[in-house]
């Protein structure tokens, strides 16, 4: 167990209310950005002051933990086979970013039963109290078990490439969950992008196809160019904004973090329990 978590947990379980927003990380074609998007703009959060966790739902294929330079032996897996605690599966490293592996070499979440389930949202249930943001790293597209996790959430960031295969995608994935969600809010965010000109471009078109079929706003985040910086960092295993923080991804993540917590605080007043929706989902399985 994390001893500094661990005494932060009972302060913090002693007096606070459920106030975790809890972030799905989504794309339709895979290998957009997904995973360094999350890690840096979690790293991002915890630089202004936020209590994160990255929890790697790309479950059996996860790499947050590779992103970071980090090797988990415990994964989301022990959780729910093991019967862990949430606090002995959680690592956290100098930077304070708290994560939860999504473990290799296994398939995915299959064969649970309801005693496996009970435990898992007990142990689930103290991480709303805990942090400010939870972030889930999903993988791409959407099994039926990630699409209980992604409705669960409080919004939806999309990430998406200026590749017409990838804006397709990314809108077959914003009507997927549209479809059992009409009131989930949308961030958009264009990764690898050329120029600015590109960025714009590409949100405009997704913009614009999700108003008109949709009837929904997507809300524009912003875009991360193309940088070489950002295949080095992983090649070294230091996320981006640590390995090289006047890059161009670095500012534009960090741009990213400030649009999104400005964007957030306008829908506070919707808050609801992450854990209570995602208890009512599996319910229904
Ligand atoms: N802004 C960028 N500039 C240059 N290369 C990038 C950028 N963003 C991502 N990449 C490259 O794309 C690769 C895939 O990124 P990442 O693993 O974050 O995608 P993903 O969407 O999480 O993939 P998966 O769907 O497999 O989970 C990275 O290893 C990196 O090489
Ligand atoms: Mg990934």
Same mark, same amino acid.
């Given at each position: 167990?994390?001893?500094?978590?661990?005494?932060?947990?009972?302060?913090?379980?002693?007096?606070?209310?459920?106030?975790?927003?809890?972030?799905?990380?989504?794309?339709?074609?895979?290998?957009?950005?997904?995973?360094?998007?999350?890690? +840096?703009?979690?790293?991002?959060?915890?630089?202004?002051?936020?209590?994160?966790?990255?929890?790697?739902?790309?479950?059996?294929? =996860?790499?947050?933990?590779?992103?970071?330079?980090?090797?988990?032996? $415990?994964?989301?897996?022990?959780?729910?086979?093991?019967?862990? &605690?949430?606090?002995?599966?959680?690592?956290?490293?100098?930077?304070?970013?708290?994560?939860?592996?999504?473990?290799? +070499?296994?398939?995915?979440?299959?064969?649970?039963?309801?005693?496996?389930?009970?435990?898992? #949202? $007990? %142990?689930?249930?103290?991480?709303?109290?805990?942090?400010?943001?939870?972030?889930?790293?999903?993988?791409?597209?959407?099994?039926?078990?990630? *699409?209980?996790?992604?409705?669960?959430?409080?919004?939806? /960031?999309?990430?998406?490439?200026?590749?017409?295969?990838?804006?397709?995608?990314?809108?077959?994935? #914003?009507?997927?969950?549209?479809? $059992?969600?009409? +009131?989930?809010?949308?961030?958009?965010?264009?990764?690898?992008?050329?120029?600015?000109?590109?960025?714009?471009?590409?949100?405009?078109?997704?913009?614009?196809?999700? +108003?008109?079929?949709?009837?929904?706003? /997507?809300?524009?985040?912003?875009?991360?160019?193309?940088?070489?910086?950002?295949?080095?960092?992983? $090649?070294?295993?230091?996320?981006?904004?640590?390995?090289?923080?006047?890059?161009?991804? &670095?500012?534009?993540?960090?741009? *990213?973090?400030?649009?999104?917590? =400005?964007?957030?605080? %306008?829908?506070?007043?919707?808050?609801?329990?992450?854990?209570?929706?995602?208890?009512? *989902?599996?319910?229904?399985?």
């Amino acid at each position: 167990m994390i001893d500094q978590a661990e005494s932060l947990r009972k302060q913090l379980l002693a007096t606070s209310v459920p106030s975790a927003r809890v972030i799905s990380v989504v794309s339709g074609k895979g290998g957009v950005g997904k995973t360094n998007i999350t890690v +840096n703009l979690a790293l991002s959060l915890i630089k202004m002051g936020k209590r994160v966790l990255v929890m790697d739902l790309d479950v059996g294929m =996860g790499n947050v933990d590779l992103i970071l330079g980090r090797r988990s032996p $415990k994964h989301i897996m022990d959780l729910l086979q093991n019967q862990l &605690s949430v606090w002995e599966i959680i690592e956290e490293g100098k930077e304070g970013l708290h994560t939860i592996a999504g473990g290799r +070499n296994f398939r995915s979440l299959q064969h649970i039963t309801d005693e496996m389930l009970d435990h898992f #949202m $007990k %142990q689930l249930d103290e991480l709303e109290m805990f942090y400010d943001y939870i972030f889930l790293d999903m993988g791409a597209g959407a099994t039926e078990i990630a *699409l209980k996790f992604i409705l669960s959430s409080h919004e939806v /960031l999309v990430i998406t490439t200026p590749e017409i295969t990838s804006i397709t995608d990314a809108y077959s994935m #914003m009507k997927f969950i549209h479809v $059992k969600d009409q +009131n989930l809010p949308f961030f958009l965010a264009v990764n690898r992008c050329e120029n600015k000109c590109e960025g714009r471009e590409t949100s405009n078109k997704l913009g614009h196809v999700c +108003n008109q079929f949709l009837k929904k706003e /997507l809300i524009h985040l912003g875009m991360i160019p193309l940088d070489y910086s950002v295949l080095e960092s992983v $090649k070294r295993q230091v996320p981006f904004i640590l390995n090289k923080p006047a890059s161009e991804a &670095s500012r534009a993540v960090a741009d *990213l973090a400030r649009t999104y917590t =400005g964007a957030v605080q %306008q829908q506070k007043a919707s808050y609801k329990s992450f854990i209570s929706r995602l208890k009512s *989902l599996f319910r229904e399985r």
